[in-house]
């Protein structure tokens, strides 16, 4: 079974907390309570490893908090932080994802992009007027003509397409050097999965592909909040016509080289992404199926 | 092969020619374009059936447009039709959409989709300064911070939940009498698709479930614009402690019985979903799986 990074919170999320006030305000009394102990955007790790929580005490009442969810029953918050936005990540925190559990990846995960919503989403895109939090952190509300807005996740397709018992790998000019991923962009308005997948590789490598299949999915937390959707998509040929914007090497690799390259073997052809990366978990997926 | 509703759209979406001005003021000003026609948020429909197009000549120069894309060397464009938003589907559009055919109905909601989200992002979320169209009307920019914003999408998890041979409906109080569906709700930031479907189904039903089969996904343009995501989950028990606020009724039932009620039989003991909801799909899928 695929362990995609960032999934697996052993939190409770407790919806039916969020829309009670009176439960809430309990639990924001609950000396029982934990809140996640931040450095900017990045986790704080606690020194015997795995993520730091500090105690309520610890905590300004003016600090607005979200209700991540319950464990054992203790509420588990997270403070709304200012950030500038679109922050990309620090070489901090893609340390601390080497080391983090599981599990505290997928807390911190679903932390980071709630405090990315909350500061992309202070004014009400209808009419202008500030927006407060509500909902023990998951909504704002408009207080000018009381819209509610909720957090929100962009679906963004990342797929390997498949021809000859090969798959196209390519690499962005940002990636570090010899790195090769999964192609992948956002879905837009109007298309399925499937139709986001065939776009995608068509615009980035010029290559038509024909049925989809799903493979597994993963949230990810950088530049907002997005939900990674992992496809195979057959393709129809081998020849390709890259979009340079986009892509500075595109490549078919075979079986063989995907798994050289997920082992970190000597002799690989190129480097694979990181194992909380789902093109880690696609790529594995195919390699070995 | 499954054929969900709103997808098969025969426009190419032309990326590169979002982002190049120069191209695209020649699309503007190319007489072959044209003009998707609206009755407010409903399709016009044309005579001879399917979508009504307008001719650029008949459209004012100062109705902002967007680029559907391009079809044998025609841009189609539709207007930012002003709305008030979160309007939901009208009868007329309901009894369209039972004729258009489905190539139309997928032009039509990615058009919906585009003009609610310009309606509903007047104003940028981190500073409350004005946005203005930019990208072929695919992007707003704020006038103030100059953040751009790009048009989004919201995925939600549609499912029925299995065991012993049979799959869970519901009805929600606003259904017609006697229809039921899938049960559904949205992904939420810090989950992953199977995730949220184990999450909604225990929420609503109090059913835990154990693994979940993707099966396919489709565009849906009302109420903003959504992704919606079928799946099957393997149900751990049958016994129901429904969430009354989402759902007044829910019922166990046997492919016999789903399949009497998408043949719309006289002993059918339920209404099942329209053809070009994903919910009629998905249902359809399983029962003659």
Same mark, same amino acid.
């Given at each position: ?8 919170? !052993? ?9 009670? !006030? ?8 609950? %000396?029982?309570?934990? *809140? ?6 990045? #986790? ?11 105690? +309520? ?20 918050f ?22 983090? !559990?599981?599990?505290?990846?997928? $807390?911190?995960?679903t ?23 509500f909902?023990? =952190? %998951? ?5 000018h ?9 962009? #679906?963004?397709? $990342? ?5 000859? =018992? ?6 962005? #000019? ?36 024909g !049925?989809v299949?799903? *493979?597994?999915?993963?949230p990810? #937390? ?5 939900? +990674? ?7 129809? =040929? +081998? ?20 798994r ?8 690989? *052809?190129?480097? @694979?992404?990181?194992?909380?990366? $789902? @093109? ?5 997926h195919?390699?070995?199926?």
């Open positions: 079974m695929i362990k995609p990074g960032f999934t697996g919170s !052993p939190l409770d999320r407790s919806d039916h907390i969020r829309n009670d !006030p009176e439960q809430y305000n309990a639990l924001l009394n609950d %000396w029982r309570g934990r *809140v996640l102990g931040l450095d900017g955007l990045d #986790p704080k790790l606690a020194s015997e490893g795995g993520l730091h929580w500090h105690s +309520m005490a610890e905590i300004s009442a003016e600090v607005e908090l979200i209700l991540l969810g319950m464990d054992q029953g203790k509420p588990h997270v403070p709304i932080v200012e950030n500038a936005g679109g922050e990309m990540r620090s070489m901090a925190v893609w340390r601390a994802l080497t080391v983090l !559990p599981p599990e505290d990846a997928a $807390i911190y995960g932390a980071r992009s709630l405090i990315d919503w909350h500061n992309s989403h202070k004014y009400c895109g209808r009419c202008g007027g500030t927006t407060k939090p909902r023990a =952190g %998951w909504g704002r509300k408009c207080g003509c009381n819209t509610e807005h909720f957090p929100r996740t962009d #679906p963004v397709v $990342i797929m390997l397409a498949e021809f000859d =018992g090969k798959v196209l790998v390519g690499r962005q #000019p940002r990636f570090p050097a010899g790195n090769y991923s999964a192609l992948a962009g956002f879905l837009e308005p109007g298309e399925s999965i499937e139709e986001a997948v065939r776009r995608e590789i068509f615009e980035e490598a010029g290559v038509r592909c !049925p299949r799903y *493979v597994t999915s993963q990810w #937390p950088f530049g907002g909040s997005q939900l +990674m959707i992992a496809c195979i998509a057959e393709a129809e =040929g +081998m020849e390709l016509t890259l979009d340079t914007n986009e892509l500075e090497d595109a490549k078919w690799v075979s079986k063989e080289e995907a050289a390259a997920l082992d970190d073997a000597p002799d690989k *052809v190129f480097s @694979a992404p990181p194992p909380f990366a $789902i @093109a880690n978990s696609l790529l594995k195919w390699a070995w199926h």
